[in-house]
């Protein structure tokens, strides 16, 4: 009896040429069907279909695939089974059998990055494929208040590389944040939303690591949107750094969509507060004259 089965994939990106297959090439995708493939002796080819596609370099803790499996097995068998066949910079964290309708790519609502800025003045080697690098001077602040310009829907064709063959550069950001971790003297930006261009998030950070510099004006995001001119965001963050996160499907993505509402009511009940207290205020200051 054949099952549709949902695995959620971590990897380290650095050995990897990406995840889709590639001619020649070592990618997760390949690597994983040859595993698959070796547990179901079969003679027809099983293929998977990932969320989305992520470059050389990139890492994942939340990958999603989806694939066929012609024989009945259990989702934790399948895990164990598949992990025992792996490399070890490749693993299943969570795998389960769903609906003979699930898409792994069509069905998810939303995807979050993370992006790890080393800041040491001189590459860390024990974190040189895994963070981007940032020696120059910044101010962690002038990114707060430009990084809430990125939430929201947008044309983003000034932060999407010439490679990309998409349509529509119109994308929603849902959630935007940036954080400092002294510890490790990391930045951690995050970026949340319904889908995301070619190179976007890693164009993303590197003009908000401009804007932190004082090289770009702190809202100088607002002015990337209406030249929709890919060469005025200039930089693109190494690969190293970025981390696809999660992907939400269902309920989580409902939830997520929620959260986003509830933000934007309390975001636009403060910016009214704000504005009675300045109408109250009005009628005292024009007394005093």
Known sequence: MTRRYKITIAYDGTQFAGFQSQPRQRTVQSVLEQAIN????????????????????????????????????AGDAMLRGLNSMLPLDLEIVACEIVEPTFHARYQAHAKRYMYRVSRSWFMDPFKRFYTGHYKYPLDVQRIREAIPDLVGTHDFSSFVASGSQTKSHVRTIYEATVREDPAANEVIFEFCGNGFLYNQVRIMVATLLEIGNGR??????????????RSQARETAPASGLYLKEVYYGADAKRLEETKKLAEKQQAGMQNESLMQTDEEQPKLTAKK
Not at 217 to 227: A, K, N, P, S
């Open 38 to 73: 070796k547990m179901s002796k079969e003679s027809d080819y099983i293929a998977i279909f990932g969320s989305g596609r992520t470059d050389a370099g990139v890492h994942a803790l939340g990958q999603v695939a989806h694939f066929d499996f012609p024989h009945d097995m």
């Open 216 to 229: 770009r004006e702190v809202h100088d995001i607002l002015r990337l949107y209406e030249v929709k001119d």
